[in-house]
């Protein structure tokens, strides 16, 4: 199968060098288990289930078979002063997996409207509260938050950010917490760090706790090559915003749904937000889909101080979409059935080891994981650094395996059906590429 010059033309692909892509198109026919296919009929190993999302593994026969008998049901079905049974029930089953605390569902299309829909509503929390003073948000550097304006201002990478300006104003952030020269090649989470949550309470001190609404982090950053926070480190953003009447917001788009061996990082860590954000493996990706889980606390409040009228002026016109609530709730079932989280953290030892066997390679500059997810850093070539991640993302291609670069960052997240055998593919296809690139 090959594109014509128009189709290549017509179609301007996400976060995508177009010239690089369309030069030599990659292009996948079909999808089965732990599999893509390629129009030329090529197997290729996911190793990061799709884009983080795909952790029951592709195809599954009854995330498919229920959106099909949905689709003949009702296709559609608005969420505007009107609903639908699945929606309710969607909402209920999410919130028993979901952090204890979490009791209340708004739903979206994607992990970027749910950070956007996130921060608006820790606005309005705090409006009806009577404190309008409090607007600003944290984030973190190195953070990724989607790609709406709110996502966009609170995330913290710079190739992400340098096209639109300002942005939101009222946006501080965090410094990251990566320490290469204490906490290279952590297994797990990092002994050294945790102080770097400290920096909260110095912007606290600048601006007034009376300024700001929110604090929003992913709990391991994925998208800026796996940051796993160091030991200590979210307990003590959790004590430091509780004691300042400051919300704190996870990010677990990437975390959720078994990632990290648990239902979600919360839950793993212990450390639990008062807002948390959903989207990727929340339908298996079958049907786009994202959401946000709030308190009782701030649900009530909203709810209380606008009576007799819409509590919350915010939505979108598939909010709550029936294809996606039945693909949900029967990825839900999936995920049950197969104990797929306690799978991820069975596996989590022989995953990780198999990630650290990269050591051995001298051209491997740091290994990080947690879960199922793994970040791979390479050292900078002398010839075509820009180049290097792609480059072996390309080798990886050829020899059937899909990683996922970030700079110099190779990052796995394979779907949680992985078993122990192709693990060890995953890792040996990808040290071949990595001597074959340098």
């Known amino acids: 199968m090959t594109l014509t010059r128009k189709e290549k033309n017509a179609y301007w692909m996400p976060y995508t060098d177009n010239r690089w892509f369309k030069s030599k198109p990659k292009l996948l026919e079909s999808a089965k288990g732990m599999y893509y296919f390629t129009s030329e009929g090529e197997k290729i190993?996911?190793?990061v289930a799709g884009l983080w999302c795909v952790?029951?593994?592709h195809c599954r026969k009854k995330i498919v078979d229920a959106v099909k008998k949905q689709v003949e049901k009702m296709d559609y079905g608005l969420s505007f002063q009107m609903g639908h049974k699945l929606a309710f029930e969607f909402a209920e089953k999410l919130t028993s997996i979901l952090p204890k605390n979490i009791n209340h569902m708004f739903f979206s299309?994607?992990?970027?409207?749910?950070?956007?829909?996130?921060?608006?509503?820790?606005?309005?929390?705090?409006?009806?509260?009577?404190?309008?003073?409090?607007?600003k948000f944290i984030g973190r550097s190195r953070g990724y938050h989607g790609s709406g304006f709110g996502g966009t201002s609170v995330g913290g990478i710079v190739a992400n950010r340098q096209q639109y300006g300002n942005l939101l104003n009222g946006v501080i952030h965090l410094p990251h917490t990566h320490i290469p020269a204490k906490n290279s090649f952590s297994w797990g989470q990092p002994k050294h760090g945790k102080e770097k949550a400290d920096a909260l309470n110095e912007i606290i001190d600048f601006h007034g706790k009376e300024t700001i609404a929110a604090v929003i982090v992913e709990p391991i950053a994925g998208s800026t090559g796996v940051l796993v926070p160091p030991q200590g480190y979210?307990?003590?953003?959790?004590?430091?915003?509780?004691?300042?009447?400051?919300l704190l917001i996870f990010d677990e788009v990437i975390t959720g749904f078994g990632r990290v061996g648990a239902s979600f990082a919360s839950n793993r860590f212990g450390v639990y937000p008062d807002i948390i954000t959903l989207a990727k493996g929340i339908t298996n990706a079958t049907v786009p889909m994202g959401a946000v889980g709030v308190s009782s606390d701030i649900y009530n409040t909203i709810y209380n101080k606008n009576k007799e009228k819409i509590e919350l002026f915010h939505g979108y016109t598939y909010s709550g979409h029936p294809l996606a609530c039945a693909a949900g709730l029967a990825t839900l079932e999936v995920y049950e059935e197969e104990k797929l989280f306690e799978r991820a953290k069975s596996l989590e030892k022989h995953f990780g080891n198999a990630a650290h066997s990269l050591t051995k390679l001298n051209v491997v500059k740091d290994v990080r994981n947690f879960g199922m997810v793994a970040g791979i850093e390479l050292t900078e070539r002398s010839d075509s650094p820009n180049t290097l991640g792609r480059d072996v993302y390309e080798e990886c291609f050829k020899n059937g395996l899909m990683v996922r670069f970030?700079?110099?960052?190779?990052?796995?997240?394979?779907?949680?059906i992985i078993s122990k055998k192709e693990i060890d593919t995953v890792f040996n296809k990808l040290a071949k590429a990595i001597k074959k690139v340098f």
């Open 55 to 57: 952790n029951a593994g």
């Open 45 to 47: 190993l996911d190793g």
């Open 234 to 246: 979210l307990e003590r953003l959790r004590k430091i915003c509780s004691e300042n009447d400051i």
């Open 406 to 416: 970030t700079g110099n960052t190779i990052a796995l997240s394979p779907p949680l």
């Open 109 to 135: 299309n994607s992990g970027s409207e749910a950070v956007d829909s996130a921060l608006k509503i820790a606005l309005a929390y705090y409006k009806a509260k009577g404190k309008v003073s409090k607007t």
